[in-house]
T-cell receptor
Framework: KNQVEQSPQSLIILEGKNCTLQCNYTVSPFSNLRWYKQDTGRGPVSLTIMTFSENTKSNGRYTATLDADTKQSSLHITASQLSDSASYICVVFRTGGGNKLTFGTGTQLKVEL | GAGVSQSPSNKVTEKGKDVELRCDPISGHTALYWYRQSLGQGLEFLIYFQGNSAPDKSGLPSDRFSAERTGGSVSTLTIQRTQQEDSAVYLC???????????FGPGTRLTVL
């Protein structure tokens, strides 16, 4: 069964600290993996997209890693800011495009002063 | 337009009533997706439109749900005889032909009393 599991479910950190969110998947055949940020009351916004051959990709303070062998990905946030408070969703696309994607349930991150 | 827009942003209805949710995709995006996001759950695929092809309705949870896309642009998701379990945020996304990047709208929060 194609699944995407994320951990932790929720996380609270102090402003300025770093954190790492995890994503494990069993989706096959794999096409690409992306991380989305979803602010409360807003639609998801793409942070990074990684294909099978990529094992790391950065977008500002966000760095995603991918290990296609172990089917694990992580999203590392450096020097967190209050505006980083959001839900972070891992999404895995299967080959074939179209609607062939599986969403994780997300990690709810709260950054506090 | 500048992005995917959805209306209304919030909808409160009584059980048993019909509702219509609207999505305006980004101009030129021939692919359009509807998702449902229930509280504490991951995004759930509902239906996918691609150009003039027959839509993929495999994600619609029951025959109370239907969607159409007129003129290859605006789409309407209709829920008939709403139930309390239909309460969720309904998200629409669009992409260019063959594109893997999906751009999400802000969603419509549906509450069925």
């Amino acid at each position: 069964k194609n699944q995407v599991e994320q951990s932790p479910q929720s996380l609270i950190i102090l402003e300025g600290k770093n954190c790492t969110l995890q994503c494990n998947y069993t989706v096959s055949p794999f096409s690409n993996l992306r991380w989305y940020k979803q602010d409360t009351g807003r639609g998801p916004v793409s942070l990074t997209i990684m294909t099978f051959s990529e094992n790391t990709k950065s977008n500002g303070r966000y760095t995603a890693t991918l290990d296609a062998d172990t089917k694990q990905s992580s999203l590392h946030i450096t020097a967190s800011q209050l505006s980083d408070s959001a839900s972070y969703i891992c999404v895995v696309f299967r080959t074939g495009g179209g609607n062939k994607l599986t969403f994780g349930t997300g990690t709810q991150l709260k950054v506090e002063l | 337009g500048a992005g995917v827009s959805q209306s209304p942003s919030n909808k409160v209805t009584e059980k048993g009533k019909d509702v219509e949710l609207r999505c305006d995709p980004i101009s030129g995006h021939t692919a359009l997706y509807w998702y449902r996001q229930s509280l504490g759950q991951g995004l759930e695929f509902l239906i996918y439109f691609q150009g003039n092809s027959a839509p993929d309705k495999s994600g619609l949870p029951s025959d109370r749900f239907s969607a159409e896309r007129t003129g290859g642009s605006v789409s309407t998701l209709t829920i008939q005889r709403t139930q309390q379990e239909d309460s969720a945020v309904y998200l629409c996304a669009s992409s260019v032909p063959g594109g893997i990047e999906q751009f999400f709208g802000p969603g419509t929060r549906l509450t069925v009393l």
